[in-house]
């Protein structure tokens, strides 16, 4: 049985740049959040994606934004990257009225 | 506003020694308390959660203890070894922790357990 599956493993951009990341959720699993972990430091949620709507936002810019498509994956897009963007970007994915979310391996964002 | 603290930023345990990492938070309203465990190159992953109902929860080797006049919680990890070794991170959410809810993560814990 597949876990969270998140695409790619890493990634250099340069500032100004976009980016786009995708999470596929564990089979079964029909909620995926976004979360952001710094180096040396805690995962800060991002967001929350829910039947295709965003339900829940942590203190995150509006450059920060998300979609989760039907069959449940969901993309992480980051527009105008700055430095301090720089992190690791994890999706986790849960079942609605279940507790409990399981994390991917993360998508390593470095940021020149 | 860190709403979770989380102490020792690192430690180091002896195999077959006890490692505790502890814990405190400020929103009254958190009912959710998990601790993940994280190695390199990898996500967080579950490790053991505990509700303000109880003040200890044990699985295996690992122990939650919770106080909640105190609102501190802690780890222990009973016979530490070397496959320990990792980073640990408690947690803080509403809701029971049902899906819907985020999680408020500490800083982490670095353990290093020397064989």
């Known amino acids: 049985d597949a876990g969270v599956t998140q695409s790619p493993t890493h990634l250099i951009k340069t500032r100004g740049q976009q980016v786009t990341l995708r999470c596929s959720p564990k089979?079964?699993?029909?909620?995926v959040s976004w979360y952001q972990q710094a180096l040396g430091q805690g995962p800060q949620f991002i967001f929350q994606y829910y039947e295709e709507e965003e339900r829940q936002r942590g203190n995150f810019p509006d450059r920060f934004s998300g979609h989760q498509f039907p069959n449940y994956s969901s993309e992480l897009n980051v527009n105008a990257l700055w430095l301090g963007d720089s992190a690791l970007y994890l999706c986790?994915?849960?079942?609605?009225?279940?507790?409990?979310?399981?994390f991917g391996s993360g998508t390593r964002l470095t940021v020149v | 506003q860190q709403q979770v603290k989380q102490s020792p930023q690192s430690l180091i345990v002896q195999k077959g020694g006890i490692s505790i990492i502890n814990c405190a938070y400020e929103n009254t309203a958190f009912d959710y308390f998990p601790w993940y465990q994280q190695f390199p190159g990898k996500g967080p992953a579950l490790l053991i959660a505990?509700?303000?109902?109880?003040s200890e929860k044990k699985e295996g080797r690992f122990t939650i203890s919770f106080n909640k006049s105190a609102k501190q919680f802690s780890l222990h990890i009973m016979d530490s070894q070397p496959g320990d070794s990792a980073t640990y991170f408690c947690?803080?959410?509403?809701?029971?922790?049902?899906?819907?809810?985020?999680?408020?993560f500490g800083k982490g814990t670095l353990l290093t357990v020397n064989p």
């Open positions: 986790a994915s849960s079942f609605e009225g279940a507790s409990g979310y399981t």
């Open positions: 505990i509700r303000p109902d109880v």
């Open positions: 947690a803080a959410s509403l809701n029971s922790g049902g899906s819907n809810y985020k999680l408020t």
């Open positions: 089979s079964g699993h029909d909620t």
